[in-house]
């Protein structure tokens, strides 16, 4: 048996600053702004704030929820998308900004975990078509990501428990 080393290709695009982007991304990048200063974060001070775009135009929106025991907190990226999951249940997501903010206000990267990506492409998977992401680099440069996937490749779905 021969041994391959095999590659993978991540593609993301980059964007300047939020005076760039489609009107509906800027909506959508200032409701997660506006909500990571919702997050309930005493423990880390870490206040992150997710927002979600669903077909036809609604927003959902979540912050990052702690606990004094700590593993109990949720980040904001599936506070999002549970609520919007539980609320609009049939409804296709189209797109997620991710933001945190320092304390001078600036916006500071901040990429998801390991769960949450795996939360998140478990609804891509489920309405089969793509979930875009916007982040923001360490240079505060956008990042945009056509799919969950290109995020979490190698992801486990649904189609493995078989
Ligand atoms: N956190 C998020 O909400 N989203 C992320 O993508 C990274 C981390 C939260 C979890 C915790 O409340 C705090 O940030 C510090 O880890």
Same mark, same amino acid.
């Given at each position: 048996?021969?041994?391959? *080393? =095999?590659?993978?290709? !991540?593609? #993301?695009?980059?964007?300047? @600053?939020?005076? =760039?982007?489609?009107? /509906?991304?800027?909506?959508?990048?200032?409701? $997660?702004?506006?909500? @990571? *200063?919702?997050? #309930?974060?005493?423990?880390?001070?870490?206040?992150?704030?997710?927002? !979600?775009?669903?077909? &036809?135009?609604? !927003?959902?929106?979540?912050?990052? %929820?702690?606990? $004094?025991? #700590?593993?109990? &907190?949720?980040?904001?990226?599936?506070?999002? !998308?549970?609520? $919007?999951?539980?609320?609009?249940?049939?409804?296709?997501?189209?797109?997620?900004?991710?933001? @945190?903010?320092?304390?001078? &206000? %600036?916006?500071?990267?901040?990429?998801?975990?390991? $769960?949450?990506?795996?939360?998140?492409?478990?609804?891509?998977? =489920?309405?089969?078509?793509?979930?875009? +992401?916007?982040?923001?680099? *360490?240079?505060?440069?956008? /990042? *945009?990501?056509?799919? +969950?996937?290109?995020?979490?490749?190698?992801?486990?779905?649904?189609?493995?428990?078989?």
């Amino acid at each position: 048996m021969s041994t391959k *080393e =095999k590659t993978i290709k !991540i593609s #993301y695009k980059t964007i300047q @600053s939020i005076s =760039k982007l489609p009107e /509906m991304d800027k909506q959508l990048l200032d409701m $997660a702004i506006r909500a @990571s *200063e919702r997050a #309930y974060a005493p423990y880390s001070s870490f206040k992150v704030g997710t927002s !979600i775009l669903l077909e &036809g135009g609604i !927003i959902v929106t979540g912050s990052n %929820q702690e606990n $004094a025991a #700590y593993p109990s &907190g949720l980040c904001a990226e599936r506070v999002a !998308i549970f609520s $919007a999951s539980a609320e609009y249940p049939n409804r296709i997501i189209e797109k997620i900004a991710v933001v @945190s903010k320092d304390k001078n &206000g %600036q916006l500071r990267p901040v990429t998801p975990c390991g $769960a949450c990506r795996q939360v998140l492409y478990e609804y891509e998977v =489920k309405q089969e078509q793509p979930i875009g +992401m916007i982040l923001v680099d *360490e240079n505060q440069t956008l /990042m *945009e990501f056509k799919d +969950m996937q290109s995020l979490l490749p190698f992801g486990f779905g649904k189609d493995q428990l078989v």
